[in-house]
């Protein structure tokens, strides 16, 4: 939104429903201390898994889950010290409830060694934000 890299995030709307037949995940804006020290995930497609596939000339659809605790929590930014590599972006941060559902509590953005990386947070504007994108593919 804006260029603001606090809000770096995006909603695609594919063709078809697919909920029923693959299932279902949440969005969820948790306070912080609730966030802080949470074991998390981070699932994608890493780059340089498909950039050795390209080298072989092979196809890469390979997809990567990694977990660790998060670090840090603030207003729009979660960090976590979690094996990420470029070509992940977008990938959800998340846990399963107790009902075995996915809940994403952010959506990872970017690397980084020595601050850890990043993910914009689920937060109580962002879930607004994401709502609102969301019912309007639902009319």
């Not at 998390?40 to 889950?65: E, Q």
């Not at 809940?103 to 970017?110: A, D, K, L, M």
């Amino acid at each position: 939104l804006n260029n603001d890299e606090n809000f770096d995030f995006g909603v695609i709307q594919l063709d078809e429903k697919i909920g029923e037949k693959y299932g279902w995940a949440s969005i969820v804006a948790l306070d912080d201390a609730d966030l802080f020290s949470l074991n998390v995930n981070v699932t994608g497609y890493p780059g340089y898994k498909g950039a050795f596939n390209f080298l072989r000339k092979r196809a890469s659809y390979d997809m990567y889950t990694m977990s660790g605790k998060i670090e840090v929590v603030d207003k729009h930014i979660i960090r976590y010290f979690i094996d990420t590599s470029g070509g992940q972006s977008g990938g959800v941060v998340w846990t399963l409830n107790s009902e075995e559902i996915i809940e994403g509590y952010g959506i990872h953005v970017s690397g980084a060694k020595i601050e850890g990386n990043r993910a914009i947070k689920i937060n109580a504007e962002n879930f607004i934000v994401l709502n609102d994108w969301i019912s309007k593919f639902e009319q």
